[in-house]
C-alpha cells in the first residue's frame, strides 16, 4: 500500500484576458476580440498529465466551453473530471442571488450537453464566496453541486474567509449536504499561508513550495494545487492594468512548467473528488457545519 495520500490536481480553464486582475479595464463583451491562447495552453497541461498518468479536475469557465466544445470533450475523453468556474467569470459577492444562479446554470447546462453528466462541482471566479456572499452556498446546493472549492481560509484583498476551516468539510444546507474541499493552506504560528496555487506558486521558489506541501502530507492531510491555462504561457500577450493587478498576472510566468514538472513527480495527484473521498474514507477530522 502506498502510505503517500492522494493529493488534488486542478485547473481553472480561463483565458488570460478573462481574469479577475483585468476585469475593471476589460468588459466580457470584449472578449471576443482578443486572440485565443486556452486551447493549446489547456493542451499542454493535458499532455503533461498524461504523461504523469495523472487524472485532475478542471473547472471550466461556461464561457470557454461554448466555444471550444472538442476541448471538453478532450478532457473529458481522457478521463479528467469536469467542473464548473461560472459563465462569465464575475465576482459572486458583486451579484444578487438570482444572476448567479442563471450564471451558474448556463455554465451547468453547456458542460452537461457536451458530456452527458450532470455538472457535481464547482469553483467560484477568484474564489469568490466570502462571508457577505455565503448565500451562494444554498445556490450552488439546489444546483446539483455536491462539492465546492472556493472558500479560501486567508486574508486577502479580494477573496478569502481568514477563519475558515483548513481541512474539507461539508455544509449542511436545509436538508441538502455540499463538500467545501478550501484551496491549501499551511498554517505558521495562528497565520495561514497559501500555497500551491496560482500566483503562489510561481512567486514561492520550487523548493519552498515542496517543503511546505510535503508538510500538508506529513500531518496526514491531501492537499490541492490549482493552476490556470495562461500560467503554462509565458509568451502571452501583455495587458494594461494597475501595478499590482500586472504583478499578480506575470509575475515568474517562465517558471510554471519546471514546478509543475517537479511537483508531478514528487507528490501522487488525482482528481478533487478521488482526494476527497480518501479524506473521508480516513473518517477523522472530518465536521459537519451546521448552518
Ligand atoms: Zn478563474
Known amino acids: 500500500m502506498d502510505p503517500s495520500p492522494l493529493n488534488g490536481f486542478t485547473i481553472d480553464v480561463e483565458d488570460y484576458f478573462q481574469v479577475g486582475a483585468f476585469a475593471g479595464e476589460i468588459s466580457p463583451k470584449t472578449w471576443d476580440q482578443y486572440e485565443s491562447r486556452v486551447v493549446a495552453n489547456t493542451e499542454r497541461i ?14 471550466i469557465l461556461g464561457w470557454v466551453a461554448e466555444r471550444y466544445p472538442e476541448l471538453v470533450r478532450r478532457i473529458d475523453r481522457g478521463g479528467h473530471e469536469i467542473g464548473s468556474h461560472s459563465y462569465w467569470h464575475q465576482l459572486i459577492y458583486e451579484q444578487t442571488p438570482d444572476v448567479f444562479r442563471e450564471d451558474l446554470r448556463q455554465s451547468c447546462d453547456c458542460l452537461e450537453q457536451l458530456i452527458g453528466r450532470k455538472i457535481r462541482l464547482f469553483r467560484a471566479p477568484s474564489f469568490s464566496i466570502v462571508n457577505q ?25 479580494r477573496y478569502g474567509i481568514p477563519g475558515a476551516q483548513i481541512r474539507p468539510y461539508c455544509h449542511q444546507l436545509g436538508d441538502r449536504r455540499m463538500w467545501e474541499f478550501p484551496p491549501t493552506v499551511t498554517q505558521i504560528s495562528r497565520w495561514n499561508f497559501p500555497v500551491g496555487g496560482g500566483g503562489y506558486l510561481r512567486l514561492y521558489p520550487r523548493r519552498l513550495t515542496e517543503w511546505l506541501l510535503s ?7 491531501a492537499f490541492q494545487i490549482y493552476i490556470h491555462p495562461w500560467e503554462v504561457d509565458p509568451d502571452q500577450p501583455r495587458l494594461r492594468g494597475s501595478l ?3 504583478f499578480r498576472h506575470y509575475v515568474n510566468l517562465a517558471t510554471t512548467v519546471g514546478k509543475l514538472e517537479s511537483l508531478l513527480k514528487r507528490f501522487r495527484f488525482g ?12 473518517g477523522q477530522r472530518l465536521t459537519g457545519l451546521a448552518s
Do not use: C, Y
Open 133 to 157: 456572499s455565503l448565500w451562494s452556498l444554498q445556490v450552488l446546493a439546489e444546483q446539483g453541486i455536491e462539492l465546492d472549492s472556493s472558500i479560501f481560509p486567508i486574508h486577502h484583498d
Open 215 to 221: 508538510t500538508v502530507n506529513a500531518r496526514g492531510d
Open 46 to 59: 493535458l499532455q503533461m498529465l498524461d504523461q504523469h498518468q495523472t487524472r485532475a479536475t478542471f473547472f
Open 244 to 246: 499590482k493587478s500586472r
Open 271 to 282: 482528481t478533487l473528488s478521488d482526494t476527497l473521498s480518501q479524506e473521508i474514507d480516513k
